[in-house]
């Protein structure tokens, strides 16, 4: 499975933008798409995930508590992409944002740790100027 990420850049506080994560490659054995974000020299922490669901029904979504009402995530099957809708950015926002994805079948690992997730996309900044 390969991921790769696009979509960051520079926004105003207040602003949006909308990360993209393209999915290649056995596609069909991944479980869960997340979405991470860095700003060292903070650990990297789950932004929000979206399961994969089947053809009739939307997969189960989480998100951290920061930015909830905040981002949206979503996917289109047909593309083979799932989406970060981030609304409302603000300065702490700021940090390289990575999509994962998840293909295990039973994991010790609860579903914000990094660990979990096998194949990770190459990271895109996004920087929320105050």
């Known amino acids: 499975v390969q991921l790769q990420a696009s979509g960051g850049g520079l926004v105003q506080a207040g602003g949006s933008l909308r990360l993209s994560c393209a999915l290649t490659g056995s596609i069909f054995r991944v479980n869960a798409v997340a979405w991470y974000r860095q700003a060292p020299p903070k650990e990297r922490e789950l932004v929000a995930k979206?399961?994969?669901?089947?053809?009739?029904?939307?997969?189960?979504?989480h998100y951290a508590d920061s930015v909830k009402g905040r981002f949206t995530i979503s996917r289109d099957n047909a593309k083979n992409t799932v989406y970060l809708q981030m609304n409302s950015l603000k300065p702490e926002d700021t940090a390289v944002y990575y999509c994962?994805?998840?293909?295990?079948?039973?994991?010790?690992?609860?579903?914000?740790?990094?660990?979990?997730?096998?194949?990770w996309g190459q990271g895109t900044l996004v920087t929320v100027s105050s």
């Open positions: 979206i399961d994969s669901g089947t053809m009739l029904l939307s997969g189960s979504t």
């Open positions: 994962a994805a998840d293909i295990s079948t039973s994991s010790p690992y609860s579903i914000s740790a990094p660990q979990r997730y096998a194949y």
